[in-house]
């Protein structure tokens, strides 16, 4: 993965966020004689949050003590591993860093107690806590807003986010339009972990052009992420239906969204009944082309949202990073490999009295077995060929 | 310059070189010895001598010339009926060789065609019967609309036999200078399913790497051109590690090509090739018997495929 591959190992490597990094490093720096033993960070998704922490320890040469999002994080848990953590030397004698990321994600019934226990923790702790989340103003962190040091960060810029992608293609060769990573630097909305992410999704072999972007555009994400939520974390359908009437993209790409996700979310038999709620909306969706019987949307769109999100018995509990649907970017390799095939068969099929499809079952196997065995012999047939 | 692919290059010349199929080849032969037929529909499995006999005729019916009088489209490539029509248009426009009343126009794969296309099909063939005649294959005669099988001289392809194929096989080898053991042809045949261009392209395949031929560089290419990954897809579908399974079946059918149906076949072939317990056996087969037909009822393949995965994760 290209987020992990290009994660920074110093303070100075982090982009766009030098007064925060300022601030955390003198925050560790003087620890001893500070009086809030946390610093909170809070910005939104991908402005570098977990990177900063992550780059401090790698510079500073400490150990991180992690409760990450997918553990429970209810009193008892949280107590039993960061009281010890907090407490003891470490087994090297080297420095430690304590870290809690997305605390706005512990939730009300599962992780109960966990706030609290967390605030405990960080009034006795003999070293620096890090604290990160996206919003926090929530009602409930204010235990721990009153005895930490608040560094907000603020969203890369586009041209932040350009800069260092433009970076990244030629570290990785990846070939590339200026005007489509640009554009790639503006839809994510200052998020550099997604512009990562969706420059390595785009980079398989082929250039980066606009036209690449157009199949694989991050707009107006926010929305569907709210709808998201609702499916996977809640259990009302009352409020699902009305942020489903207020989603501006079509039901089928929601179907393909929730598809996208609901592994991530949901597990043994949840996962099995969602996976069920899925495949009957998409005969429905196919069925209203089949039937031109539109009334057949309702039922594609309600399993889809309403069936998978009653599907689950258990809910779980931390924050999920929901990513696009691969779908299209599959569709779309699917359909550079058919292009291919299309190529070969117009070359090709009238001399193999072959369709496309017979060329792609009874010939490409054979053809790229022999390439790959025997050069000489591909090249004998290729030039009897052409 | 000669075609150095082996279908090709050992493709029969005339209708007494399709072998396995003398029952209809004797009958072709009366056609063009009298340079008289009706349009034809061949019906039978992939790879037993359709396309062979087809382009057989054409050769027998105007020799050097064939090339000009016999148009050949495939259905699934052609895209809609109205493309079809157009060619057939231009291509009736001239005249056969002055000795042959007519030209040939081949449409393979003519069962991919909608029952509303094969209508105005149906349609083309009247008006252009006064000088071409058709040829149409399928897989399945059930699927082609009954006006347009009334309308030809129905002829059903055979499986070949298995003596039948290992020989045109060991004439090959004999030509190549290959030595194939016994049980290596057997496993081409076994292999090959019966489909002549298959053990053909397996053979030649095999060739890229010995000359010397045993059951061991056969399972080489066999397990190389069929996508054996799937087995791995299902193990870890099976062993409950959904995500993996996942990752690695939407990687599978994009280097393959496949579509969801094919991808469903491979499953299921593979299923029955399992070490495992029986009751569970049918039970996946169950499983993948409904997702089929939701393949064809549906219209995303990775849903539906992944839907499957999700099932076989809780078979216990």
Redesign the interface.
Known sequence: MLTKKYQPNSLSEVIGQELACKKILNFYKNFKNSRAKAVFLSGPPGCGKSSCVQALASQENAEIIEINASDKRNKNSVLEILEPASQQVSLFGSNKIIFVDEIDALSGTKDRGGVSALADIIKKTKFPVFLTANDPWSSNLKSIRKISEMISMSKLSPQQIFNYLKKICKKENIAYEDKAIMKLAYSVGGDLRAAINDLEVMSTKEKITLDTLKLWGREKDEIIQDVLKLIFKSRSSESLNSAVFNLDISAEDTMLWVEQNVSKEYSGEDLLKAYNCLSLSDIFFSRIMRWQHWRFLFYASYFSTTGVQQAKENIKSSLVYHTKPEFFLNMWKMSAKKKKYKELAEKFSDKLHASTKQLQKDFAPYLSFIENHNKKMHEKIMNSLN | ?????W??KY?PQKLDDVKGQEDITSRLKNFVKSKSMPHLLFSGP??VGK?ASS?AIAKELYGDSWRDNIL?L?A??ERGIDIIRNKVKDFARSKAIENVPFKLIYL??SDALTKEAQQALRRTMENYASNTRFILSCNYSSKIISPIQSRCAVFRFKPLPKEILINILKKIADKEGLKVTDKALEFIYTASEG?C??AE??L??V???TKDIDEKAIEK?VS???PAEIKEVVSLALNGN??ES?KKL?SV??K??LSGLDAVIQIQKQIMNFDIDEKLKVKLIKICGE?EF?LV????E???L??LL??F??VK
Not at chain 2, 1 to 5: F, K, S
Request: aromatic content about 8%; cysteine-free; hydrophobic content about 35%.
């Open positions: 310059m000669a075609l150095e692919i279908t090709e493709r992939a790879g396309t382009i050949e495939n699934s490539d393979d794969e489909d261009r298959k392209n397996i030649q395949s060739s890229a790497i290419v190389f051109a069929e959904f995500e996942k939407s059918i994009i393959h090509g997702y939701r009822e549906g219209s995303n990775f849903v539906q992944n839907a999700a099932e994760s809780m």
